[in-house]
């Protein structure tokens, strides 16, 4: 157990939808990471927060957005959701602003149909 | 720009034989990489790392990797490997921003050891 926390482990909803993703990092940690991981695409990384703003960004589509509460938890969301958007969604965390050290949760799997 | 490339998809190996995971980077830049493991069903756990300093790494569960920059690899090595293993493996290396960071990761190998 990373101690990473991931909500809901399954998602299962139709095109066109919105979703919600929500992650609490391991305690202490104040940067989170949103990876997604698909059959053809791999894993790819898509935004990072750390301390409740934005720090890096990766291959994240316009109709993905994330935050990161006072609390620390962050939530991806995911709208106007395509059959491709079908994935295995991970969060991780860090202590700090660089991925020296980096806890993955187990992730969610959006199914999109 | 940084990339990643895994030189294997599957290896088959078995059991109590020695075992290497081949990856290749580019980096035009300082260069720190990563190994992780994803077990069936779940997140990845991250093996073990180069920063900096000695370029052999050792990490959890027996293995170790040697940082070769002239080559530009970072081979994962395990010289007898169990049924446990069997798992896929991804190198990534840190790609560093300005006040932050991203892992850039290669496509995977998937190591299944049989008996």
């Known amino acids: 157990d990373s101690g990473v926390t991931q909500t809901p482990k399954h998602l299962i909803t139709a095109t066109g939808q919105r979703v919600t993703l929500r992650c609490s990092p391991r305690?202490?940690?104040?940067?989170v990471y949103w990876y997604q991981q698909s059959l053809d695409q791999g894993l790819q990384f898509l935004i990072q927060y750390y301390n409740g703003e934005e720090r890096a960004k990766g291959n994240i589509l316009e109709r993905f957005s994330a935050q990161q509460f006072p609390d620390l938890h962050s939530e991806l969301n995911l709208s106007s959701l395509e059959l491709g958007d079908s994935a295995l969604y991970f969060c991780?965390?860090?202590?700090?602003?660089?991925?020296?050290?980096?806890?993955f949760g187990p992730g969610t799997r959006l199914t999109v149909t | 720009a940084q990339s990643v490339t895994q030189l294997d998809s599957q290896v088959p190996v078995f059991e109590e034989a020695p075992v290497e995971l081949r990856c290749n980077y580019s980096?035009?830049?300082?260069?720190?990489l990563f190994w992780y493991v994803q077990y069936p069903n779940q997140g990845l756990q991250l093996l073990l790392k180069?920063?900096?300093?000695?370029?052999l790494v050792k990490g959890i569960n027996g293995f170790e990797a040697e940082f070769n920059k002239s080559q530009t690899s970072f081979h994962l090595r395990k010289p007898s490997v169990h049924i446990s293993d069997t798992a896929e493996y991804f190198c990534?290396?840190?790609?560093?921003?300005?006040?932050?960071?991203?892992?850039?990761f290669g496509q995977g190998t998937e190591l299944s050891v049989k008996p």
């Open positions: 991780a965390s860090s202590v700090d602003q660089r991925p020296y050290e980096q806890y």
């Open positions: 180069y920063l900096s300093g000695s370029t």
């Open positions: 980096s035009s830049v300082s260069v720190y």
């Open positions: 305690s202490g940690d104040l940067s």
């Open positions: 990534a290396v840190l790609l560093i921003y300005n006040q932050g960071g991203k892992l850039i």
